[in-house]
């Protein structure tokens, strides 16, 4: 397990940094981002990827299941002297009105997500007319895709693949590597919704969205941050093979529409 995952104000800081450097710019190639714009991110964790939004004087809300995380969010928004709005609540049934927002933020959550047609439907229902959505997500057959990075085993936590084995035998690893009952519930959820850029691309027609950008990434761009990595893209022909980039693809960016 890295130390992120116990320390969420360091987490909070490098997502603020991918956002700025990576995210926003991406955005911005699709959609102006200015003062004023509402920016709604779903499952925004301590709100990192919000921060820079917020600094640039956009109005941003952010909605996550955990109410942990958003009462860290909200603490961390208030010692960085910045304004955000925070919502504990399950998008899919939170009743208050969620719409008319100019951008709306999904970063690694649909990996997460069962119903993933309900969730990229309520999205589209969300937007104001001519706004986007920026979605990102690591492909379920790229080496980490199954998030065994979470695993306290250094061995198991460095392990690439290892998702993809059978799942009897994958639960096995995880328990003879002395992973906790939540940490192994928690890795076959997440086996069990796993998502493939081509499943994604079939939901996203079927939900009343259009695609405007996909961008593959061979080495994510918060990489950089977490590991030194330089980011680097996917390109063709790999890109455009199915299935093939599924295993290449650290993180796929798209803008829909």
């Known amino acids: 397990m890295q130390e992120r995952h116990n320390n969420r104000r360091l987490y909070f800081r490098e997502l603020a940094e991918t956002s700025a450097n990576y995210y926003i710019p991406y955005i911005t190639r699709w959609h102006e981002v200015r003062a004023g714009m509402k920016i709604l991110e779903i499952g925004c964790g301590e709100g990192g990827n919000l921060l820079p939004f917020a600094r640039l004087g956009c109005e941003v809300t952010g909605v996550d299941i955990a109410s942990c995380r958003i009462e860290e969010a909200r603490r961390f928004f208030r010692d960085e002297q910045a304004w955000g709005r925070f919502i504990a609540a399950d998008i899919l049934k939170l009743e208050e009105p969620a719409c008319g927002y100019d951008i709306i933020i999904s970063h690694d ?149």
């Open 109 to 257: 959550v649909l990996e997460h997500i069962g119903d993933k047609y309900r969730l990229l439907s309520r999205i589209a229902g969300c937007l104001v007319p001519g706004g986007i959505v920026f979605m990102s997500f690591p492909a379920w057959q790229m080496p980490f895709g199954g998030h065994q990075q979470i695993c306290r085993s250094r061995i198991l936590s460095h392990l690439p693949f290892v998702h993809l084995l059978p799942e009897a035998l994958y639960k096995g690893v995880i328990r003879l590597s002395g992973e906790s009952r939540a940490c192994l519930q928690e890795l076959l959820a997440i086996r069990s919704i796993r998502i493939t850029i081509e499943a994604f691309e079939r939901l996203v027609g079927q939900a009343n969205l259009t695609i405007q950008d996909r961008t593959l990434y061979l080495v994510n761009p918060h990489y950089k941050v977490k590991f030194g990595l330089t980011p680097r893209l996917l390109k063709r022909p790999l890109s455009s093979v199915p299935y093939l980039r599924d295993f290449l693809s650290s993180s796929c960016f798209y803008i829909l529409k």
